[in-house]
C-alpha cells in the first residue's frame, strides 16, 4: 500500500513561496497523486493532481519527481487565506481505490503576516 | 460551492436515537463517497457508490452505519443506535468516476453531535 508521509505542520509568512512534500516511497505504477486543502468546518477541495513531471494549474504547481516516490506542492505568494489543512493522497480507482481515498493527517499550513 | 449538498447541516441526538443524513451530488457525477472526520484528523472512507451500486465499505463502517443511493442519484447515510463516539463531521463527496482517476468534489458537510 502507497502510504504517505508528510510533514504535520509548516509555518511561512505573506509573499512567500510554499513547497510541502509528501513521500509515498511504495507508489504503485498505476497511480495518481493528488493534493487537497481544507478550511476549518469546510470539507476539503481539490488542489491538483498528477502522475509525472510537472503540473500546473491557476492555483499550484505540482512536482513529481522521475521516481515517483515523492511529490512536492508548491503554492507561489501565499497569503493568509492560504492558511489550511493539505492533504496528499496517493492511489487508483481501479486497482488502489483504498489508497486514494485515504487522507491521513495532513499538513497545517500557517501563513503569518 | 461545489455543488454537493448535504442536509442537515447540523444535527443534535441522544445516545440510542437513530439519524439519517441526505447528500445530494452533482448531477453528472456517477460516484458518490461518504467520510467522517473527528477534530484534528484527516477524512476517514466509510463507503462509495458507482451509480446505485454500493462497491467499497470501509471496516470501520459498523453494522449500525446503513448507506444507500437508490436511482444512482442523492445517497442517504443511516446511523442506527447512535454513540457518543459517533460525533463527527460527515462529509459527502462525489466524482465523475473515471477508470483510474477521481477528483472528488465535496459537501459542506454534517456535524452530528451525540449527547
Not at chain 1, 507508489?27 to 497523486?33: E, G, H, K, P
Not at chain 1, 478550511?39 to 504547481?61: C, D, H, L, M, W
Request: aromatic share 10%; charged share 20%.
Amino acid at each position: 500500500l502507497a502510504k504517505t508521509t508528510q510533514p504535520i505542520s509548516m509555518d511561512s509568512y505573506e509573499g512567500q513561496e510554499v513547497n510541502i512534500t509528501c513521500s509515498h516511497n511504495n507508489i504503485a505504477t498505476n497511480d495518481y497523486i493528488t493534493w487537497y486543502q481544507q478550511f476549518p468546518s469546510q470539507g476539503p477541495r481539490f488542489i491538483i493532481q498528477g502522475y509525472k513531471t510537472k503540473v500546473t494549474n491557476e492555483v499550484a504547481s505540482l512536482f513529481i519527481p522521475a521516481d515517483r516516490k515523492s511529490s512536492t506542492l508548491s503554492l507561489p505568494r501565499v497569503s493568509l487565506s492560504d492558511t489550511a489543512v493539505y492533504y496528499c493522497l496517493v492511489g487508483d480507482m481501479r486497482y488502489n481505490a483504498g489508497n486514494m481515498l485515504t487522507f491521513g493527517g495532513g499538513t497545517r499550513l500557517m501563513v503569518k503576516p | 460551492d461545489t455543488g454537493v449538498s448535504q442536509d442537515p447541516r447540523h444535527k443534535i441526538t441522544k445516545r440510542g436515537q437513530n439519524v439519517t443524513f441526505r447528500c445530494d451530488p452533482i448531477s453528472e457525477h456517477n460516484r458518490l463517497y461518504w467520510y467522517r472526520q473527528t477534530l484534528g484528523q484527516g477524512p476517514e472512507f466509510l463507503t462509495y457508490f458507482q451509480n446505485e451500486a454500493q462497491l467499497e465499505k470501509s471496516r470501520l463502517l459498523s453494522d449500525r452505519f446503513s448507506a444507500e443511493r437508490p436511482k444512482g442519484s442523492f445517497s442517504t447515510l443511516e446511523i442506527q443506535r447512535t454513540e457518543q463516539g459517533d460525533s463527527a463531521m460527515y462529509l459527502c463527496a462525489s466524482g465523475k468516476g473515471l477508470a483510474d482517476q477521481e477528483t472528488q468534489y465535496f459537501g459542506p458537510g454534517t456535524r452530528l453531535l451525540v449527547l
